[in-house]
């Protein structure tokens, strides 16, 4: 097992730069617990052979800066920079979840209309003719938008503006910044922004073998926060 554990060290320093303190921590409670979160790390993140490392490193960033804690967020944007993501690329990758995140506050439109009082609903038809517009352009109008569109024009005004202005990247392939929105949906449950962006992640030529990349780097940091947040736990029990 002492053995391994160097072997794991070795290739975390060549990597990271260091053995991240949580595998150390654990590893001093639990050796297998603690190879197993590490070669975790190979297989669902840095061991993917479909998206470039720098990539996965912006999209484990990104999930980490939906979902916390800060430190990861910290960790993989180091990461990113190892493997030569520039600043534009980071600042897309902050734009592209701000998005994901703002578009799932929308679903506060269902609970208003749910209500069922006429006095909360929108009464300006202009948002007939954006979504009128929209589905023109797009060929698709979320369901989202169109309870939006029943409560609030201006909300769906917002947001549209959001969507154009946010996910246009300065450096990024557009590819990229749907897969980002895409897996900072998946992160945080929210299932329609889901398929409108992987929607998206597809036509901007997106395929199958990413797409299972992107699922398996977000499954690996949403399950990692159980020792990221744990990790003052860790050393307690360490006598730290």
């Known amino acids: 097992m002492e053995a391994e554990y160097e072997k794991i060290k070795r290739f975390a320093e060549a990597t990271l730069g260091e053995m991240p303190e949580v595998i150390v921590q654990l590893y001093k409670l639990n050796e297998a617990a603690a190879l197993e979160q590490f070669n975790e790390n190979n297989i669902l993140y840095l061991g993917r052979k479909n998206i470039p490392k720098k990539i996965l490193a912006i999209i484990a960033m990104s999930v980490a800066l939906a979902n916390g804690p800060k430190e990861s967020a910290k960790i993989h944007f180091k990461l990113a920079k190892r493997y030569g993501a520039s600043n534009d690329e980071i600042v897309d990758a902050m734009r592209a979840t701000k998005m994901a995140l703002?578009?799932?506050?929308?679903?506060?439109?269902?609970?208003?209309?749910?209500?069922?009082?006429?006095?909360?609903?929108n009464k300006d038809t202009d948002s007939e003719i954006i979504l009128r517009k929209l589905k023109a352009e797009t060929?698709?109008?979320?369901?989202?938008?169109?309870?939006?569109?029943?409560?609030?024009?201006?909300?769906?005004k917002e947001h549209l503006r959001e969507r154009d202005e946010l996910l246009k990247p300065k450096a990024l392939d557009k590819k990229y910044i749907f897969a980002i929105a895409y897996a900072v949906s998946v992160s945080i449950h929210d299932r329609e922004c889901q398929k409108v962006y992987?929607?998206?992640?597809?036509?901007?030529?997106?395929?199958?073998?990413?797409?299972?990349?992107?699922?398996?780097?977000?499954?690996?940091?949403t399950g990692n926060r159980a020792f990221v947040n744990g990790l003052e736990i860790l050393r307690s029990m360490n006598g730290y």
Do not use: W, Y
């Not at 578009?103 to 209500?115: E, G, N, R």
């Open 102 to 121: 703002m578009s799932s506050t929308l679903d506060v439109a269902s609970s208003i209309i749910d209500m069922g009082k006429e006095e909360l609903l």
């Open 139 to 156: 060929g698709i109008v979320p369901e989202r938008l169109s309870l939006t569109a029943t409560v609030s024009t201006s909300l769906l």
């Open 198 to 221: 992987l929607d998206q992640f597809i036509k901007n030529g997106g395929n199958a073998a990413e797409l299972e990349d992107i699922i398996a780097v977000t499954r690996f940091l």
